[in-house]
């Protein structure tokens, strides 16, 4: 069965620039039936799509964070991942990597999902 | 921009009873939409896509409707473990996400 897992640093400093890895086991990155997205959500709220990703590198992301965010894949190794640069207090969350429907061009609904791993960004 | 709301912000049912939960876009999203269950610390769960489907291992208690603009997630019987928070997530263009509902036990 195919699984998620994020990993990376659990504490940023303010300015930086914050990097997860999503490890996808149990089935292949290299799907054409699929996106694969970053999620997050911050202590208490609810959830952001931060963008997603096709396996042939790309890339869709949310307009409010477009100018931040990059997210990019390694095929050989099954992982995909998410950079996100010049952080504050407010990008503290739990992000999760999720596994996106794709019909053509258009994107579905996410239905597999990480753990999630929190964030913090503190100095 | 669409913007999606959902209410009530909290729901307060007891255990049997049936919960009615409320999604709205400000503009047509077809039938691009999807439900989530999330318990705390835990990952949101897929419960419904394109509307009035579930998904996978999802139980018969769980049901979706609606279109356009206006869209219920129904439980007809509350269980013990569904107390949690619910969002809809529409993905006609980019994927956004309501606020949520909590499910709470009365």
């Known amino acids: 069965q195919l699984q998620l897992q994020e990993s990376g640093p659990g504490l940023v400093k303010p300015s930086e620039t914050l990097s997860l890895t999503c490890t996808v086991s149990g089935g292949s990155i290299n799907s054409i039936n699929f996106f694969w997205g970053w999620i997050r959500q911050p202590p208490g709220k609810g959830l952001e799509w931060i963008g997603s990703?096709?396996?042939?590198?790309?890339?869709y992301y949310n307009p409010s964070l477009k100018s931040r965010a990059t997210i990019f894949v390694d095929t050989s190794k099954n992982q995909f991942s998410l950079k996100l640069s010049s952080v504050t207090a407010a990008d503290t969350a739990v992000y999760y990597c999720?596994?996106?429907?794709?019909?053509?061009?258009?994107?579905?609904?996410?239905?597999?999902w990480g753990r999630g791993t929190l964030v913090t960004v503190s100095s | 921009e669409i913007v999606m709301t959902q209410s009530p912000a909290t729901l307060s049912v007891s255990p049997g009873e049936r919960a009615t939960l409320s999604c709205r876009a400000s503009q047509s999203v077809s039938s691009n939409l999807a439900w989530y269950q999330q318990k705390p610390g835990q990952a949101p769960r897929l419960l419904i896509y394109?509307?009035?489907n579930r998904a996978a291992g999802i139980p018969a208690r769980f049901s979706g409707s609606g279109s356009g603009t206006e869209f219920t997630l129904t439980i007809s019987s509350l269980q013990s473990e569904d107390f949690a928070v619910y969002y809809c997530h529409q993905y006609n263009n980019w994927p956004l996400f309501g606020p949520g509902t909590k499910v709470d036990i009365k």
């Open positions: 999720a596994r996106q429907g794709r019909d053509g061009y258009h994107f579905k609904y996410f239905d597999l």
């Open positions: 394109d509307v009035s």
């Open positions: 990703l096709y396996f042939s590198g790309s890339t």
